[in-house]
């Protein structure tokens, strides 16, 4: 019976070992690990005296503020699911700063400039900053598609477009734009997205919305048609093309979605309620690429490309990063934590072969402890064995 157990336990901790979201899990997990502590060793360099501090507040800083690790995880949480469905057709889409800044632009324009019901005026201006963002998706899919011209190329380079377009149509807006100030005006109270209450924070509905996409990201791509087609194309184009597949039109689908995830993230943004009363997030239009775009790529990479994978670590990456802030308390400049950030993700790179190691290790140590459960158990038996033969022997 033992050792129908023992195989058993072989076999369910074959299936967890191999399984894609144990690979996920291990290599995001050593990778935090490993970046945490260069940071704290950088931070031991820097100020030797206040390095536990500054380090107790990155690791700790963020269940203070609670409401902003939620708020500023939304945007990069919708770049990141951008980034990462698009890297599942075996796309790169670099371009998710201009399509970010394009969707918070639709959602200015119509915040400023459309007069709607209060009720329903801020859901059309989250769905415009999806438009917005699927327009600046179409173009690379387009070339991708039917130019083959490289996506990275492409989305880089829209990147600057976008960013200057937007900040050529924002300061020519003199309704939008406040030039005595250099940024946009506060939003109307109605086109704000509904707070979610939580007192000196920005926090909003918008984070509930983002995980609601990535639920249904996750279903689209593992449970349904076209996500298989979706990822058999990125596996491979011709193999699929040959099974059928219409992987040119599959394409531009994609770069249109990941772009139109990108636009919500800078809806998201801008049309959040600021903590204090009566105002709202503004637009300062100053030449510089959205580095919640660039964030998202960090945040796709540290999840794997999975949906759920990139709703971990999105929160995990805001969470330090208004830790990394309070780090200023005891002498740290904030861009500590953007060291520590660049070193998780260049160390989630190895993924591979720190699963291999992990995985390799744990099984070491699994198959040794079965070893000696099987040893024992067989002792066990050929000790009842012989017991039993001399009872039987004093019975006779």
Same mark, same amino acid.
Do not use: C
């Given at each position: 019976?033992?050792?129908?157990?023992?195989?058993?336990?072989?076999?369910?901790?074959?299936?967890?070992?191999?399984?894609?979201?144990?690979?996920? $899990?291990?290599?995001?997990?050593?990778?935090?690990?490993?970046?945490?502590?260069?940071?704290?060793?950088?931070?031991?360099?820097?100020?030797?005296?206040?390095?536990?501090?500054?380090?107790? %507040?990155?690791?700790?800083?963020?269940?203070?503020?609670?409401?902003?690790?939620? %708020?500023?995880?939304?945007?990069?949480?919708?770049?990141?699911?951008?980034?990462?469905?698009? $890297?599942?057709?075996?796309?790169?889409n670099i371009g998710a700063s201009g399509q970010y800044t394009m969707g918070m632009f639709f959602?200015?324009?119509?915040?400023?400039?459309?007069?709607?019901?209060?009720?329903?005026?801020?859901?059309?201006?989250?769905?415009?900053?999806?438009?917005?963002?699927?327009?600046?998706?179409?173009?690379?899919?387009? $070339?991708?598609?039917?130019?083959?011209?490289?996506?990275?190329? !492409?989305?880089?380079?829209?990147?600057?477009?976008?960013?200057?377009?937007?900040?050529?149509?924002?300061?020519?807006?003199?309704?939008? %734009?406040?030039?005595?100030?250099?940024?946009?005006? %506060?939003?109307?109270?109605?086109?704000?997205?509904?707070?979610?209450?939580?007192?000196?924070?920005?926090?909003?509905?918008?984070?509930?919305?983002?995980?609601?996409?990535?639920?249904?990201?996750?279903?689209?791509?593992?449970?349904?048609?076209?996500?298989?087609?979706?990822?058999?194309?990125?596996?491979?184009?011709?193999?699929?093309?040959?099974?059928?597949?219409?992987?040119?039109?599959?394409?531009?689908?994609?770069?249109?979605?990941?772009?139109?995830?990108?636009?919500?993230?800078?809806?998201?943004?801008?049309?959040?309620?600021?903590?204090?009363?009566?105002?709202?997030?503004?637009?300062?239009?100053?030449?510089?690429?959205?580095?919640?775009?660039?964030?998202?790529?960090?945040?796709?990479?540290?999840?794997?490309?999975?949906?759920?994978?990139?709703?971990?670590?999105?929160?995990?990456?805001?969470?330090i990063q208004r830790g990394g802030t309070l780090a200023s308390l005891v002498g740290y400049k904030?861009?500590?934590? @953007?060291?520590?950030?660049?070193?998780?993700?260049?160390?989630?790179? $190895?993924?591979?072969?720190?699963?291999?190691?992990?995985?390799?290790?744990?099984?070491?140590?699994?198959? !040794?402890?079965?070893?000696?459960?099987?040893?024992?158990?067989?002792?066990?038996?050929? @000790?009842?064995?012989?017991?039993?033969?001399? @009872?039987?022997?004093?019975?006779?």
């Amino acid at each position: 019976m033992e050792n129908r157990n023992i195989l058993k336990n072989r076999i369910s901790f074959k299936n967890i070992t191999q399984s894609s979201g144990f690979s996920s $899990f291990s290599s995001a997990g050593m990778a935090i690990l490993l970046g945490l502590i260069f940071g704290f060793f950088v931070m031991l360099f820097a100020i030797p005296g206040n390095a536990l501090a500054g380090f107790r %507040y990155v690791l700790l800083g963020g269940f203070s503020r609670f409401g902003d690790v939620f %708020y500023f995880a939304t945007p990069i949480l919708m770049t990141g699911l951008s980034v990462g469905f698009a $890297f599942k057709m075996g796309l790169f889409n670099i371009g998710a700063s201009g399509q970010y800044t394009m969707g918070m632009f639709f959602a200015l324009y119509v915040g400023f400039m459309w007069e709607l019901p209060s009720s329903v005026h801020w859901i059309v201006a989250v769905i415009a900053g999806m438009v917005g963002g699927m327009l600046l998706g179409l173009i690379p899919g387009i $070339f991708k598609a039917l130019l083959n011209v490289n996506e990275v190329i !492409t989305t880089i380079m829209l990147n600057y477009i976008g960013m200057y377009l937007v900040d050529m149509l924002v300061q020519g807006n003199s309704v939008m %734009y406040i030039s005595t100030k250099t940024r946009t005006n %506060y939003l109307p109270s109605d086109v704000q997205l509904p707070s979610l209450g939580i007192t000196g924070s920005n926090v909003n509905v918008g984070i509930i919305l983002a995980i609601i996409i990535g639920i249904i990201l996750y279903i689209v791509l593992q449970k349904t048609t076209f996500g298989y087609e979706l990822k058999a194309t990125g596996l491979n184009k011709h193999a699929s093309e040959y099974a059928g597949m219409k992987g040119k039109t599959n394409i531009i689908i994609t770069m249109v979605i990941a772009g139109g995830l990108s636009g919500l993230g800078g809806a998201f943004a801008i049309l959040a309620p600021s903590a204090i009363a009566g105002s709202s997030m503004t637009y300062e239009p100053i030449n510089i690429i959205a580095a919640n775009g660039f964030n998202g790529i960090a945040v796709a990479l540290l999840g794997n490309s999975h949906p759920i994978g990139i709703i971990l670590s999105s929160l995990f990456i805001s969470h330090i990063q208004r830790g990394g802030t309070l780090a200023s308390l005891v002498g740290y400049k904030p861009e500590i934590i @953007d060291v520590v950030i660049a070193v998780i993700i260049y160390f989630s790179a $190895f993924a591979m072969i720190m699963n291999a190691a992990i995985t390799k290790f744990i099984k070491k140590k699994f198959r !040794t402890k079965s070893y000696q459960q099987e040893v024992s158990a067989n002792t066990e038996e050929i @000790d009842t064995n012989e017991t039993s033969d001399n @009872d039987t022997k004093e019975a006779e």
